[in-house]
Nanobody
Framework: QVQLVESGGGLVQAGDSLRLSCAAS??????MGWFRQAPGKEREFVAA????????YYSDSVEGRFTISRDNAKNTLYLQMNSLKPEDTAIYYC????????????????WGQGTQVTVSS
């Protein structure tokens, strides 16, 4: 069973950039996704990428600012976050999806422990 470990979070100012990483314990060629959860809010979809990396999906709130990518040789998923806003503040999680709706949380398994991203105004 794959284990995922997120890293790269931190405290930044509005307009700054961060790159999150998600290291997998074994090679996976399935869809992987990033989600986030802000204090007092439900976890929400951020972005996903297919196993080959040929297709990507984004929420409306991050489209054009965030870029998801993966390096299957390194078993690592990335999320490049540019033009960060205070409303991007949340814990960011990665997970794998073996089937189902790409945008839906129930489709995902093997959640990491999360990495905190805080964006100050």
């Amino acid at each position: 069973q794959v284990q995922l470990v997120e890293s790269g979070g931190g405290l930044v100012q509005a307009g700054d950039s961060l790159r999150l990483s998600c290291a997998a314990s074994i090679r996976t060629f399935v869809t992987m996704g990033w989600f986030r959860q802000a204090p007092g809010k439900e976890r929400e979809f951020v972005a996903a990428i297919t196993g080959s990396g040929s297709s990507t999906y984004y929420s409306d709130s991050v489209e054009g600012r965030f870029t998801i990518s993966r390096d299957n040789a390194k078993n690592t998923l990335y999320l490049q976050m540019n033009s960060l806003k205070p409303e991007d503040t949340a814990i960011y999680y990665c997970a794998v999806s073996y089937s189902g709706n790409t945008y839906a949380i129930p489709s995902y398994r093997n959640w990491g422990q999360g990495t905190q991203v805080t964006v100050s105004s």
